[in-house]
């Protein structure tokens, strides 16, 4: 018989810290997954992404497809795995895309002078009052739809609120001490801007850049699933999630997993950046 | 505002390659003939000089005429009338749905219990990370498919609009009980929650009768933000349910490069979200009187954080 043993202190402090812990530390084995996946997928998955077989078409998840197989029996698991690399690689681009024209705006507005902040302003502004997806399906008119439109689409969009974050962290490091005192020291322009100013709004950039990649990704997928992005068969969680929607009634996983695979994206990125975040001591 | 983003909607027509008069006639593989794009450039009013396109541009676009679009053939501003208030009604029905879900995740995440707020917590991160098109294809599975409760697509009966409507309510829900929470704590640290509970408020009360108000104020300014994510949404969510609306007629004139329909939805959805900021603002101080006295600066509505980057 064993004797009831209340835990000691330090034990349930140790829980407790697992449990905060515990998104963190799913977060960055899945994030290493992917990074995987998208480098070297045969690793994870050994077969063709797009090798047919007829004959196993709709089969469902089972030992030898743990994921079953789409219309055409390609393998769902493996498509996945080589899709983490398309999928991420627009998620990315996008990200800095609009990360880069965000901070060109941003930087301009901050030191360009007034009039600059005023129509850098107004540019947002008006940006702003196109919400979400407008802005994608505006530029995807313009363009055409694909792969690189829709990246460009998703990266455009994001780049307002980049551009008003570096804005303020421009203004608000300007007004600190260190700026005058590398004026003081006789500092060019260019030198301040590089050495300054863009090093303190590196940080938050950073984390900011992170919790994006995750919606970009939404985004990006989002255009494929309504065949404005990447089409299939080429492996890419939006486009599997588009033809996946054909066959809802009938084959739930090939809707399921893909979909889980871009949630548990964003989920990795939004804990990683909030992680990020607290180490950056406070995005506000 | 308008008449900015307008302006960049044409600046933006213009720079597309290729020529608009090919497109009114069916695109490079219709093999037009001379005259007849020499005719669509007359009727259209393409053979003027770009600034006097822009002027007709903005000159017809405050008498309310959208132009024709190329591949309906009917006046622009028709489809969007027809088209307007489903979309609308969906967006509203919505955003109270995802009100309700918040309010409850907020005072369940903010409850004393640590397993509460890391639950509510997790709720709240995964709700507000759910892609719109995947929630639809996984309440339809679950739903329709599997359980058999509700139709899979909107079928005019009242039951077919609860998945539409969820669809849109949960991610939402998720954003704005992620800000309400965080005001909420701050709340419940003020001294206004110390003084009421020393009166002998109970914890619930206290939540109910004095945080709750003091959370809902970015919710509030939030809900503007949430309804432009809800109106485009509406793109993905009426293509899923097959239902008539705004979002819909939307994504076929994108398909189908329909450059006068794509601008006007664009431009309407543009001065509706204005409408909403405004309003959204007005609720804002009245829920919060400390506001009316306040100067009323260029502060910027809040965004959830991951949407500012996005």
């Known amino acids: ?284 | 505002m308008l008449w900015a983003v307008a302006t960049i909607v044409f600046v933006g027509i213009r720079l597309v390659p290729g020529d608009p008069a090919l497109a009114i006639l069916g695109g490079p593989g219709s093999q037009a003939s001379a005259e007849a794009l020499a005719a669509v450039r007359a009727e259209y009013g393409l053979d003027q000089p770009v600034l006097v396109q822009y002027g007709a541009f903005l000159g017809r676009l405050v008498t309310g005429d959208f132009g024709e679009s190329y591949v309906l053939r009917r006046p622009v501003a028709d489809v969007i009338g027809a088209q307007i208030g489903a979309t609308l009604a969906l967006a509203a029905a919505s955003l109270v749905v995802a009100w309700a879900i918040a309010i409850g995740l907020a005072l369940v995440s903010t409850g004393r219990s640590r397993w509460a707020r890391s639950i509510g917590g997790g709720i709240e991160t995964v709700a507000a990370a759910l892609p719109q098109f995947w929630l639809a294809s996984i309440l339809v599975i679950v739903f329709a498919t599997g359980l058999g409760w509700l139709p899979a697509v909107a079928d005019g009966t009242p039951a077919g609009v609860v998945l539409p409507v969820l669809t849109l309510a949960i991610p939402v829900a998720g954003f704005l009980a992620q800000i309400m929470r965080e005001s909420m704590l701050d709340a419940l640290a003020a001294p206004f929650s110390l003084a009421a509970r020393s009166r002998g408020e109970s914890e619930t009360g206290l939540r109910l009768r004095h945080a709750l108000r003091h959370a809902a104020v970015p919710g509030v300014e939030l809900s503007a933000w949430a309804f432009g994510y809800l109106v485009s949404g509406a793109v993905v969510v009426e293509t899923m349910f097959a239902m008539p609306g705004l979002g819909r007629t939307l994504l076929q004139a994108v398909t189908l490069r329909d450059v006068p329909l794509v601008t006007a939805v664009v431009l309407v959805v543009a001065l509706a979200y204005l409408v909403v900021t405004f309003l959204a603002d007005v609720a804002a101080t009245l829920i919060d009187p400390r506001r009316r006295d306040a100067e009323t600066g260029d502060r910027p509505a809040p965004t959830p954080r991951a949407e500012v980057a996005a």
């Open chain 1, 1 to 284: 018989m064993t004797a009831l043993r209340l835990p000691t202190a330090r034990e349930t402090r140790r829980r407790a810290d697992l449990l905060s812990r515990l998104p963190l530390v799913l977060a960055a084995v899945f994030a290493v997954l992917l990074a995987v996946a998208a480098v070297a997928p045969g690793i994870l998955a050994p077969g063709s992404p797009t090798a047919i077989d007829p004959a196993q078409a709709f089969a469902p998840p089972s030992t030898e497809h743990v994921f079953g197989t789409d219309e055409s029996g390609r393998d769902v698991y493996t498509r996945i795995v080589h899709g983490a690399g398309p999928s991420l690689l627009i998620g990315v681009a996008a990200t800095a895309i609009g990360l880069g024209l965000g901070t060109l705006l941003g930087l301009l507005a901050g030191l360009g002078g007034r009039v600059a902040d005023y129509a850098v302003g107004r540019t947002v502004e008006v940006l702003f009052a196109l919400p979400g997806l407008l802005l994608a399906l505006l530029v995807i008119v313009l363009v055409g739809p694909g792969p690189v439109p829709a990246t460009i689409a998703v990266g455009l969009s994001s780049a307002p609120g980049y551009a008003r974050l570096v804005r303020g962290q421009v203004i608000g490091i300007r007004a600190t001490g260190y700026v005058e005192a590398a004026r003081v020291l006789g500092h060019g322009r260019t030198r301040i801007l590089a050495r300054t100013i863009v090093p303190n709004t590196a940080r938050q950039l950073l984390v900011l850049a992170t919790l994006g990649i995750g919606q970009a990704i939404v985004w990006a997928s989002t255009l494929s699933f309504l065949g404005l992005g990447t089409e299939p068969p080429a492996p890419e969680w939006g486009a599997m999630l588009n033809a996946g929607r054909t066959y809802l009634q009938v084959a739930w996983w090939m809707t399921v997993f893909p979909g889980l695979a871009i949630v548990g994206t964003i989920l990795a990125a939004t804990v990683l950046g909030r992680a990020l975040e607290r180490r950056a001591g406070g995005l506000r």
